[in-house]
Nanobody
Framework: QVQLVESGGGLVQAGNSLNLSCSVSGSPFIIGYMRWYRQTPGKEREMVASITGAGITAYADSVQGRCAIARDNTKATVSLQMNDLRPDDTAVYYC???????????????WGRGAQVTVSS
């Protein structure tokens, strides 16, 4: 069974760094796009960063230059390095991936449960 599990969230002071990691279990057949989203109460979930299977990345304007997404296809993991954190980066961060679990399955979108990141001023 495919599952995404985030780790690395926590409380940090503004200006510091944090690295989030997401591990995909279940040995899926294909992992396509992998993305990080974040959400704060009362707001829509927004995409923070994405990376294709070939390593092409994209970032939200709000984190451009401060964040770096990376993936390890051999380990089925994706990470998000966040630097120079700001209080408005406070959110629950979700790992997202487009996955074909097995050769017989169709491609579907999977989500992790989220990791809280809190940035104090």
């Amino acid at each position: 069974q495919v599952q995404l599990v985030e780790s690395g969230g926590g409380l940090v002071q503004a200006g510091n760094s944090l690295n989030l990691s997401c591990s995909v279990s279940g040995s899926p057949f294909i992992i396509g796009y992998m993305r990080w989203y974040r959400q704060t109460p009362g707001k829509e979930r927004e995409m923070v960063a994405s990376i294709t299977g070939a390593g092409i990345t994209a970032y939200a304007d709000s984190v451009q230059g401060r964040c770096a997404i990376a993936r390890d296809n051999t380990k089925a993991t994706v990470s998000l390095q966040m630097n120079d954190l700001r209080p408005d980066d406070t959110a629950v961060y979700y790992c997202n991936a487009v996955i074909q679990p097995s050769r017989q399955d169709r491609i579907s979108e999977f989500w992790g449960r989220g990791a809280q990141v809190t940035v104090s001023s």
